[in-house]
């Protein structure tokens, strides 16, 4: 089955304690993309991935990291996470910028 | 400056109605792309729709269509004889072309569909 998952589903945390949260996608998809959902704010770009070893910045970077290592896995890293990055996370990906984007099933984050 | 704009907040229509979501966009490419995307209750993002910048024809399926009009940088999206199961979070995103590869959501409109 066509999928994009990411774990956790959901994630408790202290302020300042290191966490990744995995993204993986089995649909040999080029573009992947790691966004938060806040309430009256929509879906932002955190940062977008081209292809492996091509990341890039969207609208709200700061505070995350993100590598490429493989074409299936782009997993997002807090090294450092504040309350201000709680949040409903969504990884997608597609075959590429401008194509239909299939997203995961979300991570809920709370940083106490 | 917000490059998808969703105006309605929050839309409440009991059913049978026909429903119409806003959804305005900003761009100076040529080439763009324009989405809708649905987030039910239970939270996953269902893709509707992708339309690109050279075609405004409108389009129908089933009870949902969509009006693409690049004269006022609108693709409003109808929803007709609106159902309970139609109620959601309704998501507008642009993907420019020309220059760069990111994806623009606009803010979101929360459907309610009343019995």
């Known amino acids: 089955e066509a999928q994009v998952t990411q774990n956790p589903r959901y994630l408790i945390t202290v302020t300042g304690k290191k966490l990744t949260v995995t993204c993986s996608q089995n649909?040999?998809?080029?573009?992947m993309s790691w966004y938060r959902q806040d309430p009256g704010l929509g879906l932002r770009q955190i940062y977008y991935?081209?292809?492996?070893?091509?990341?890039d910045k969207g609208d709200v970077p700061e505070g995350y990291k993100v590598s490429r290592k493989e074409k299936r896995n782009f997993p997002l890293i807090l090294e450092s996470p504040s309350p201000n990055q709680t949040s409903l996370y969504f990884c997608?990906?597609?075959?590429?910028?401008?194509?239909?984007?299939?997203f995961g099933p979300g991570t809920r984050l709370l940083v106490l | 400056a917000q490059k998808v704009t969703q105006a309605q907040t929050e839309i409440s229509v009991v059913e049978k109605e026909d429903v119409t979501l806003d959804c305005v966009y900003e761009?100076?490419?040529?080439?763009?792309?324009l989405f809708w995307y649905k987030q039910p209750p239970s939270g996953e993002l269902v893709f509707l729709i992708r339309?690109?910048?050279?075609?405004?024809q409108n389009e129908i399926s089933g009870r949902y269509s969509w009006n693409f009009q690049k004269s006022t940088s609108s693709f409003n999206f109808t929803i007709t004889a609106s159902q309970v199961v139609d109620s959601a979070v309704y998501f507008c995103?642009?993907?420019?072309?020309?220059?760069?590869?990111?994806?623009?959501f606009g803010t979101g409109t929360s459907l309610t569909v009343i019995p």
């Open positions: 997608a990906s597609s075959h590429g910028a401008w194509e239909t984007q299939y």
């Open positions: 649909m040999n998809h080029e573009y």
């Open positions: 991935s081209m292809n492996v070893e091509v990341t």
């Open positions: 761009t100076r490419d040529t080439t763009y792309y």
């Open positions: 339309r690109n910048s050279f075609d405004e």
């Open positions: 995103a642009l993907s420019e072309a020309d220059t760069g590869n990111q994806f623009y």
